[in-house]
């Protein structure tokens, strides 16, 4: 359903060049849902502006949903689904309105756009609520209706940027059941970009991880965890982070410690036994520690091994929670 091809984009600023994707080769095929994460700046917007055929690339090429990005823009914009962040909204016009205007935008007829309309309230839970002004909608039935937006043309492939940012716990699960269905259904093809690493571990089929603009990884949730082999320790501290980093780099048996906020995370071959050194070293070292947590590792910290950064930290700058 996706196939790019050294697909890069860079822009010219006052302070230089930014290349903001250098060159990414990845396929997605028909039914698959994919989670596109990365730290911010990664280049995931970019990606997705330039899939989407809103930018075009500096170079390389890309066949989305059948067509050629390069050569026939316009037969790609037909076959996809774009749900930006945000939202398109027409706060004025009722949630019937909205869909029916979307659907004659791609010269869907009167009659056809109607029942479409109908159709998609249904699918999205969103019965009931057809003659409701969008403006008045809880964040939950919003990004219901921009799904349902994206969806007016029954596009096979479709595009999600961040679709649950901003919900409650209850209105993401309840979206995840959503997009789940949608597929499941209909089979269509979903690409998403996400903060929430729960999201790709219970949502993707696929995940595939960009970074300064480069694809570092790529594969299922479970794939990717088993790249972190091991255990992992979390120190949770609250003063002398640095020094406590350097102390458990240097004890048998740790092979990676990189710090986020005031967490230590700690790669390390035998749990148990490197649970008892660096309570031993940090103890000798007189460094106060809040919590120790020993546990198999997460996506975060595939993220952390393979980026450096936490997605997590990302996710609270963004969101403030
Ligand atoms: N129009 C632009 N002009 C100049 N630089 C840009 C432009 N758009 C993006 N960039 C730069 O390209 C890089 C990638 O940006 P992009 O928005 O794709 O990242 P992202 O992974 O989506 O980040 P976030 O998670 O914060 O949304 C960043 O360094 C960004 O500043």
């Given at each position: 359903m996706i196939h790019a091809k050294g697909l890069a984009r860079s822009f010219q600023t006052k302070r230089g060049t930014?290349?903001?994707?250098?060159?990414?080769?990845?396929?997605?095929?028909?039914?698959?849902?994919?989670?596109?994460?990365?730290?911010?700046?990664?280049?995931?917007?970019?990606?997705?502006?330039?899939?989407?055929t809103l930018l075009r690339p500096t170079s390389g090429t890309a066949?989305?949903?059948?067509?050629?990005?390069?050569?026939?823009?316009?037969?790609?914009?037909?076959?996809?689904?774009?749900v930006a962040q945000g939202g398109s909204a027409a706060p004025d016009a009722t949630v019937t309105e909205e869909l029916?205007?979307?659907?004659?935008?791609?010269?869907?007829?009167?009659?056809?756009?109607?029942?479409?309309?109908?159709?998609?309230?249904?699918?999205?839970?969103?019965?009931?609520?057809?003659?409701?002004?969008?403006?008045?909608?809880?964040?939950?039935?919003?990004?219901?209706?921009?799904?349902?937006?994206?969806?007016v043309h029954s596009p096979p492939l479709v595009f999600l940027d961040e679709p649950t940012v901003g919900l409650d716990p209850q209105a993401r699960a309840n979206l995840w059941d959503?997009?789940?269905?949608?597929?499941?259904?209909?089979?269509?093809?979903?690409?998403?970009?996400?903060?929430?690493?729960?999201?790709?571990?219970?949502?993707?089929?696929?995940i595939l991880v960009i970074d300064h603009g480069k694809i570092v990884a790529e594969g299922t949730p479970e794939e990717l965890k088993r790249q972190v082999s091991g255990d992992v320790i979390h120190v949770e501290?609250?003063?002398?982070?640095?020094?406590?980093?350097?102390?458990?780099?240097?004890?048998?048996?740790?092979?990676?410690?990189?710090?986020?906020?005031?967490?230590?995370?700690?790669?390390?071959?035998?749990?148990g036994q490197a649970m008892m050194n660096v309570l031993r070293a940090l103890d000798t070292a007189q460094v106060p520690l809040t919590s120790i947590q020993l546990s198999r590792p997460t996506l975060d910290d595939v993220f952390l091994t393979l980026t450096g950064r936490s997605l997590r930290d990302d996710e609270i700058a963004k969101t403030g929670k």
């Open positions: 930014v290349e903001a994707v250098r060159g990414v080769d990845f396929q997605v095929s028909a039914g698959e849902i994919v989670g596109f994460l990365g730290p911010n700046g990664a280049g995931k917007t970019t990606t997705l502006r330039l899939l989407t066949e989305v949903a059948g067509c050629n990005l390069i050569s026939d823009p316009e037969a790609v914009r037909c076959k996809i689904g774009y029916i205007y979307q659907a004659r935008l791609y010269r869907i007829n009167k009659t056809e756009a109607a029942r479409r309309a109908e159709q998609l309230c249904k699918e999205l839970d969103l019965a009931g609520l057809e003659s409701r002004r969008s403006s008045t909608l809880s964040g939950g039935q919003r990004r219901r209706l921009d799904i349902a937006l994206g969806l959503h997009i789940r269905r949608l597929r499941d259904k209909s089979n269509t093809t979903i690409f998403l970009t996400t903060h929430y690493l729960d999201e790709a571990d219970a949502l993707c089929d696929r501290l609250s003063s002398e982070l640095e020094k406590a980093r350097k102390i458990c780099s240097a004890l048998p048996g740790i092979r990676k410690a990189v710090l986020s906020e005031e967490t230590l995370h700690l790669n390390v071959d035998d749990g």
